[in-house]
């Protein structure tokens, strides 16, 4: 069975969308096959990193052994196959996320990247002394710290607006924050620590009324939802491939053509030039310009055949289905005992983070283990959220199309045993 036929049809007619066939998905990853500590793996840790298929390991494997060169600069077969390759992936992006041109898409080594890239090179053109840079109280570091660092370069100061006690953005506040000073605002789509799904439609139509561009940190959307670029009519779209099932060290950052036409360079180096002399270079045009060395070439490669994956099983399949997984994970998790849900926005995304009473989140993380359970537990590089809520860190379950309602299960009465050994 291929990837494209990994769902079911609706056993009724009028029913909404396609099933997922979530047995036959799972024997598309072979890691999921695995045992932790004698257990079966249950594998909730996805918005870390979500793990590989087959169709994404033989597509990297394959062009590792038969078709790797460097690109762009060789005439040789292989540099030709090589570089029709990369670009496809470019091309392969632009259309995955409804990009207008493949050359509006920059590769990265991931959204971290990208946001520095974006903050290095707007900064340097369009950031001074005095102007404001607006955030929210939701992200995750990589999306505070380049600002940061720019702010301390320029003078510049870093705005933050509020959240409430439910995970949600404080419109209000938040529109308030716009000013004529605001020289851009950067959010994150759906937040990492707390599932939150922004309105990010409306941030990008309030900002741009103001004459203010956005940056949208894609990071923990790209997994769960239809991205469409001209859709949110955002000017900048970042994420990594290895939230979207790809290779890790490798990332995507769209970004308007008018926009690629006004920043300088972020790194110098080889394959982003016309022209060098010592005394003067000139530069290539987007996306090579922001694209210094030799890239993650076999990364793009395997980023494509996820995109292929994804876009096969289809999200009319996948959305609803990782929306069943939530809502009863949700569900079983608040009928626990002394367990509290951090971030109970009434948009969300598939991830769950908890608190128990007297039980470190460390001590949940290491017990589930034992279990062959896999969440993630810290603060998950937002202390920020942490702070915001009154805790040091969360234990946080994350989902995937290739969980299960009996994973969840289980690890519900792995909640509940450790209720039990804690008392």
């Known amino acids: 069975m291929t990837a494209a036929t990994r769902y079911v049809e609706p056993e009724r007619m009028g029913s909404p969308a396609p099933r997922l066939d979530v047995e036959a998905i799972r024997r598309d990853f072979p890691i999921l096959a695995r045992q932790v500590h004698g257990k079966p793996l249950v594998y909730l840790d996805n918005a870390a990193s979500t793990q590989k298929p087959h169709l994404v390991l033989e597509a990297t494997n394959t062009f590792l052994e038969t078709e790797y060169a460097n690109v762009h600069r060789g005439v040789h077969w292989l540099s030709e196959q090589s570089t029709w390759k990369y670009e496809h992936a470019r091309g392969r992006v632009a259309r995955f996320i409804n990009a207008p041109n493949p050359t509006d898409v920059v590769f990265v080594k991931g959204t971290t990247d990208a946001v520095n890239l974006v903050a290095s090179s707007f900064g340097a053109a369009f950031i001074r002394e005095g102007d404001e840079i607006l955030i929210t109280h939701m992200e995750h570091h990589s999306n505070i710290v380049p600002w940061q660092l720019l702010c301390e370069r320029t003078g510049a100061k870093l705005v933050v607006a509020p959240i409430d006690d439910r995970g949600e953005l404080i419109w209000p506040e938040f529109e ?46 790209i997994m769960h939802m239809k991205v469409d670029v001209q859709d949110l009519e955002c000017d900048f779209y970042a994420f990594s491939a290895h939230k979207l099932y790809g290779p890790t060290g490798l990332g995507a950052l769209y970004g308007k053509k008018e926009w690629w036409e006004k920043l300088p360079p972020y790194q110098g180096g080889g394959d982003m030039i016309l022209n060098v002399t010592f005394e003067k270079t000139t530069y290539a045009k987007a996306p090579f310009r922001f694209e210094a060395g030799t890239p993650h070439i076999a990364g793009a490669v395997g980023l494509s055949a996820a995109i292929d994956y994804v876009e096969n099983l289809g999200w009319d399949a996948i959305e609803p289905y990782e929306r069943d997984l939530l809502d009863y994970a949700t569900e079983r998790i608040g009928e626990i005992d002394r367990v509290r849900i951090i971030g109970t926005a009434r948009e969300k995304a598939g991830v769950i983070s908890f608190v128990m009473d007297g039980v470190h989140p460390h001590d949940i993380g290491t017990i589930l283990d034992r279990e062959g359970i896999a969440v993630r537990v810290g603060h998950h590089c937002a202390q920020p959220v942490m702070e915001r809520f009154g805790v040091p860190a969360t234990a946080r379950a994350s989902f995937a199309f290739y969980n299960t309602r009996a994973e969840i299960d289980r690890l519900v009465e792995g909640i509940v045993r450790i209720r039990e050994v804690f008392g």
């Open 176 to 221: 308030k924050r716009i000013t004529k000073r605001t020289k851009i605002v950067s959010v994150v789509h759906v937040s990492n620590a707390l599932g939150t799904v922004n309105p990010v439609r409306d941030i990008v139509h309030a900002a741009h009324s103001r004459g203010v561009p956005v940056f949208i940190d894609g990071a923990q959307a």
